[in-house]
């Protein structure tokens, strides 16, 4: 805090709890010390005039709040709890939300960028380090901005940290798209073991995610149809059961019986659990180089477009929400063009040989007429 004299009047310059320079003018220099007097015992305890809401509420708080409003939420479990804890390490379980500010943010998302996460393969056993991709990042700010527009939302703040500024957003790598060739799906398919084919089949006739194969019911299967509710955007879906897939069904079904709900089942529960150690075993033994099972899902749509389909048959059969995420695979209807084009170069074949017969229609007239 500082007083001082700006021409004829008397000026107090200090910061609020924010962190935001405020100054004050008064003509006369006793009403310039007696507020500069007032605003200092304030301050050593630890009470402000222009203090907000949002000052007098914890973090530790304000993430309790945001628990009991979305602790049932599919991605809390897994994610936005780990978040939570996450924002509490680093800013201070304890620290008022109205002092964190948007360069506290900032520091925030280069902690993330530097700091390697460990990936383990079985509980307590650390197998490796690696940095955080982009997109991961993005989605734990993306909880963080949630949880301070929510606080604003409720009554418990005024203001977020993240107003008043450019999004703080990394920008994201989506090129990679890994899809198989016809060859690499038969390859892949014969290097998997017999619990494991109908499966990674039934990813590549369908489209469908790891979680909605694993959690398949029979009873989702009707009249030619699968019908998917429980999704990752939520919105349900019917994917067509092609006569490829009806065949694996009818398989399944007749080794298992009616012994479970669910079509995929296995008797031996480390299987069941290591079903990513099992598939990465077979990319490996297939010799595929950057596959993952997720990439599936790329080779379905791959497969679909090059065999006629369109961009809006992927949208609807993927249960993309927006066609942004489906354009990744405009390229590849531009080759479908490329191929049918590239079967009208029989006309122009039979353009040639047209021209070629009427010239020698011509010089056969001409011949005759000669004599």
Same mark, same amino acid.
């Not at 280069?110 to 997109?135: C, D, Q, S, Y």
């Not at 399944?252 to 012994?259: D, F, M, P, V």
């Not at 679909?304 to 993309?320: R, S």
């Given at each position: 805090?500082?007083?001082?004299?700006?021409?004829?009047?008397?000026?107090?310059?200090?910061?609020?709890?924010?962190?935001?320079?405020?100054?004050?003018?008064?003509?006369?220099?006793?009403?310039?010390?007696?507020?500069?007097?007032?605003?200092? =015992?304030?301050?050593? !305890?630890?009470?402000?005039?222009?203090?907000?809401?949002?000052?007098?509420?914890?973090?530790?708080?304000?993430?309790?709040?945001?628990?009991?409003?979305? &602790?049932?939420?599919?991605?809390?479990?897994?994610?936005?709890?780990?978040?939570?804890?996450? @924002?509490?390490?680093?800013?201070?379980?304890?620290?008022?939300?109205?002092?964190?500010? &948007?360069?506290?943010?900032?520091?925030?998302?280069? *902690?993330?960028?530097?700091?390697?996460? /460990?990936?383990?393969?079985? $509980?307590?056993? +650390?197998?490796?380090?690696?940095?955080? /991709?982009?997109?991961?990042?993005?989605?734990?700010?993306?909880?963080?901005? *949630?949880?301070? %527009?929510?606080?604003?939302?409720?009554?418990?703040? +005024?203001? %977020?940290?993240?107003?008043?500024?450019?999004?703080?957003?990394?920008?994201?790598?989506?090129?990679?798209?890994?899809?198989?060739?016809?060859?690499?799906? $038969?390859?892949?398919?014969?290097?998997?073991?017999?619990?494991?084919?109908?499966?990674? %089949?039934?990813?590549?006739?369908?489209?469908? &995610?790891?979680?909605?194969?694993?959690?398949?019911?029979?009873?989702?299967?009707?009249?030619?149809?699968?019908?998917?509710?429980?999704?990752?955007?939520?919105?349900? &879906?019917?994917?067509?059961?092609? #006569?490829?897939?009806?065949?694996?069904?009818? #398989?399944?079904?007749?080794?298992?019986?009616?012994?479970?709900?669910?079509?995929? /089942? @296995?008797?031996?529960?480390?299987?069941?659990?290591?079903?990513?150690?099992? @598939?990465?075993?077979?990319?490996?033994?297939?010799?595929?180089?950057?596959?993952?099972?997720? #990439?599936?899902?790329?080779?379905?749509?791959?497969?679909?477009?090059?065999?006629?389909?369109?961009?809006?048959?992927?949208?609807?059969?993927?249960? *993309?929400?927006?066609?942004?995420?489906?354009?990744?695979?405009?390229?590849?209807?531009? !080759?479908?063009?490329?191929?049918?084009?590239?079967?009208?170069?029989?006309?122009? =074949? @039979?353009? #040639?040989? *047209?021209?070629?017969?009427?010239?020698?229609?011509?010089?056969?007239?001409?011949?005759?007429?000669?004599?």
């Amino acid at each position: 805090m500082a007083i001082r004299k700006r021409g004829s009047t008397w000026q107090i310059d200090y910061y609020d709890p924010h962190g935001k320079r405020v100054r004050k003018t008064f003509k006369k220099r006793k009403d310039a010390d007696a507020e500069h007097a007032k605003r200092y =015992a304030l301050v050593k !305890e630890g009470r402000y005039l222009d203090v907000k809401k949002e000052v007098r509420v914890a973090l530790s708080d304000l993430c309790a709040e945001y628990e009991k409003a979305y &602790r049932n939420q599919k991605s809390f479990k897994n994610a936005k709890r780990r978040y939570l804890e996450n @924002f509490k390490d680093f800013f201070g379980a304890d620290r008022l939300a109205g002092e964190i500010t &948007r360069h506290d943010l900032i520091k925030y998302q280069n *902690h993330l960028k530097e700091k390697p996460v /460990t990936v383990r393969f079985k $509980k307590g056993v +650390e197998v490796m380090r690696k940095i955080r /991709t982009e997109a991961a990042i993005n989605r734990e700010f993306s909880c963080l901005h *949630h949880l301070f %527009s929510e606080s604003v939302a409720w009554g418990l703040a +005024e203001r %977020s940290p993240f107003d008043g500024g450019k999004a703080i957003k990394l920008k994201e790598n989506n090129k990679r798209l890994r899809f198989l060739a016809d060859d690499e799906i $038969k390859v892949l398919l014969d290097a998997c073991p017999v619990h494991l084919k109908p499966i990674v %089949s039934s990813a590549i006739l369908t489209g469908m &995610r790891r979680g909605e194969i694993l959690s398949l019911k029979w009873d989702q299967i009707r009249n030619g149809f699968i019908y998917l509710s429980k999704t990752k955007t939520n919105e349900a &879906r019917q994917i067509p059961v092609s #006569d490829a897939l009806e065949g694996i069904l009818k #398989d399944i079904r007749a080794k298992q019986g009616l012994r479970s709900e669910y079509i995929f /089942t @296995f008797r031996d529960k480390a299987i069941r659990d290591n079903f990513k150690k099992g @598939f990465n075993a077979a990319v490996k033994r297939a010799g595929l180089v950057d596959f993952h099972f997720h #990439d599936l899902r790329h080779t379905f749509a791959s497969q679909v477009l090059l065999n006629g389909g369109t961009l809006k048959d992927v949208q609807e059969l993927l249960g *993309h929400k927006t066609m942004t995420m489906t354009l990744r695979y405009s390229h590849l209807t531009q !080759e479908h063009k490329r191929q049918a084009v590239n079967l009208l170069g029989k006309l122009a =074949a @039979f353009s #040639d040989s *047209h021209k070629w017969s009427q010239k020698r229609s011509r010089r056969a007239g001409a011949k005759r007429l000669s004599h």
